[in-house]
């Protein structure tokens, strides 16, 4: 087994693997790996090959079958894998099955997601949840990360509890989770305090899947400098920022409101984390008009959307006002299967757009590209509009 020292920092090379169910499409295994080894990228792997078994359910033991999992075993050892990645959440006893076979680090999706959070932390607030979320991802497997911390010290997986002291004792790991709840929550009661400074302002909250430009949107609306990057999770904080337009009588005053940043939603969200980052979205369920960031160019992005309206669902806010933007338009490459309307499939423009079912979603759609700037106009009337009628 390696040793990966923190002092010096190395990217680990990485095997993923996911489980399909036998009447998935084909096409949806290979998304959910994309978006798999865009994490493990973000995490700082690099993805030698992907492994991908249809079977009706995940073995109990493995999660995937043994046939399979000689394969895995074979190609890591030839090419010295650091680490395998699985596109669900593994039970303890297979994570523990799976490291004696495999002989490398085991890492599930909502440990990779955890990690990444962990990374991207960066205010008290967003630390101390993430690190709430951690603990309680590991007090059931605190046995399997005993003996793994003795081996290995570092890497993907391996931030936060437990790195720098290694916690065996269950009631030690319970105790902490009862004081960064404490914590927590004296940081949420500084936020409501916040908040209420705010009364009588309207609010917009951006929302959406991670990585469809909520943040570029902002800076772009706003003139705020909030990091935009192409990486899964980059912003975890709710940033707010006043934003004034023009009222479009002349003779009225300005329409003032917040608009607020929120941290992106993806599929299969661990949930611990959807606990405790839900008072992160309190911004969202204080808000007067959600725009609903959809990145048009992805080829999943229906999917994304469903995600995001699930999670609105989970958090009570799914009758709020909806302006749905559809993002990236000038990255859109649309197909004549998925849209006869388009004669060429390199060629689009606004108004073809809006003849599709994506415009015709709602009352409240629009088309933009945030990171050029185009048609932004259209869609600073319609949140002006949208929150001059819920006054």
Known sequence: ????????????????????????????????????????????????????????????????????????????????????????????SQIRNLEKDLNCKIVDRSSLILDIFAKNARTARARTQVELAQSEYLLPRLTRMWTHLQKQKGGIGMKGPGEKEIETD??????????????????????????????????????????????????????AEVLAENKLFATLDSTVRKVVLPHPDPTQPPVVFLL??????????????????????????EADVLLHVVDISHPS?????????????????????????????????PT?????????????DIPTLKKTWMGKLNDKVVFISAEKGENLAELRDMIVDQLISVE
């Open 170 to 223: 269950r009631r030690v790991i319970r105790d902490k989770i009862s004081k960064l709840k404490k914590d927590l929550e004296k940081i949420d009661n500084q936020s409501v305090t916040q908040r209420k400074s705010r009364t009588g302002m309207k609010r917009v909250a951006l929302v959406g899947y991670t990585n469809v430009g909520k943040s570029t949107l902002m800076n772009q609306m706003s003139r």
């Open 301 to 333: 992005f229906e999917d994304q959307m469903a995600t995001v309206n699930d999670t609105l669902q989970e958090i009570g806010v799914i009758d709020k006002p909806v302006i749905t933007v559809f993002n990236k338009i000038d990255l859109y490459n």
């Open 336 to 348: 004549p299967s998925s849209e006869d309307i388009f004669e060429d499939e390199t060629i689009y």
């Open 1 to 92: 087994m390696k040793y990966q020292f923190e002092n010096k920092p190395q990217v680990e090379k990485a095997v993923l693997i996911g489980v399909e169910d036998k009447t998935s499409a084909l096409k949806s295994s290979k998304e959910y790996l994309d978006e798999l080894e865009f994490l493990a990228t973000t995490a700082g792997a690099v993805t030698l090959k992907r492994f991908v078994q249809r079977m009706d359910h995940p073995h109990p033991k493995t999660y995937i079958g043994k046939g399979k999992l000689e394969e895995i075993v074979a190609f890591a050892k030839a090419e010295d894998i650091d680490i395998a990645i699985f596109d669900d959440e593994l039970s303890p």
């Open 260 to 285: 607020s940043d929120t941290v992106g939603f993806i599929r299969k969200l661990p949930h611990q984390l959807i606990e405790s980052f839900k008072s992160t979205l309190d911004e969202v369920k």
